[in-house]
């Protein structure tokens, strides 16, 4: 078995396509079907099911790819080590981040570790608080912003909190409130609202709020990006709320400081296990020792 063969069929995985899954591999279909074809018959199984319009996985193939993804991992990793022993940082990062993170200014950060370690592959994805929290604790991203309730911790990873704020009410320019400075949770509560799915970091940070304030509230809509919540506040639809250091990117929504407002954290998570080169390396940069301990137990 050797990892040629298992980045071929990672390939085909992924592409669902044998002439696809080539072309990003770099080879010619024939010599990528023969390598699959013969790890096929050292495994005694087959490991996609070929139709003349698709190609999908069998269970034997289900069951191999997370291994093999596995071991190219670890070769990427054994490989990124030797090059740091001699001085140079190479690989890969997988940065994930919440749309609305404001703690730092991540392009920037991005920009100066490029610059600094070119032979470093980056990559970034955007997502919620707990996918990305998740994502860091599997080992398929190395680093995340977070925004989660003050007081909140994520389990299973090392960390730091950034910072914390209030999030304020945003209202269409239209709104009966816009024009208001000022407003509470008891008030906003006669409003539908714009909000992120039941059970997400996102959305619990406004329910421990209005329970809090012993009021209850509808939420009309539920969304899971900033974009399309802002798009539906900008309708009339409800009102949303959102971070007040995030409310800048959003100009052309009013926006309103609530006197008994929700409040959300930033913080920076990374894996529990030791970081390879490359994470080390842009901890660094944000000035994280990379020998940090986990976060203690909030009481």
Known sequence: MELQQMRYVVAVAEAGNFTRAAERCLVVQSALSHQIARLEREL???????????????????????AARQALDAAERARAE???AGGEIRGRLAVGAIPTVTAVDLPTVLKR????????????????????????????LDVAFLGIPVGARPKGVRGRELARGDLVAMVAPDHPLAGEEHTDLHRLSEEPFVD????????????????????????????????????LIRQNLGIGMMPATFAP???????IRVRDAPARAEHLI?????PSPAAAAFLSILGVPTTEPPEPPHG
Do not use: C, K, N, Y
């Open 82 to 84: 030797v090059a740091a």
């Open 44 to 66: 005694g199984a087959r490991l996609f099911d070929r139709t003349s319009r698709s190609v999908r996985l069998t269970p034997a193939g289900e069951a191999f790819l997370p």
């Open 113 to 140: 570790f490029h610059l600094r370690h070119r032979q470093v592959r980056i990559s970034l994805r955007s997502d919620g608080s707990d996918a990305l929290a998740e994502r860091v604790r599997q080992g398929d």
């Open 270 to 274: 990374w894996s529990r296990f030791q």
């Open 196 to 231: 992120f799915p039941p059970g997400t970091a996102g959305r619990a940070q406004s329910d421990e709020a209005f329970a809090a304030a012993g009021v209850r509230r509808e939420v009309a809509f539920e969304v899971t990006t900033a974009d399309f919540m802002a798009r």
């Open 249 to 255: 990117e959003l100009p052309d929504l009013s926006v």
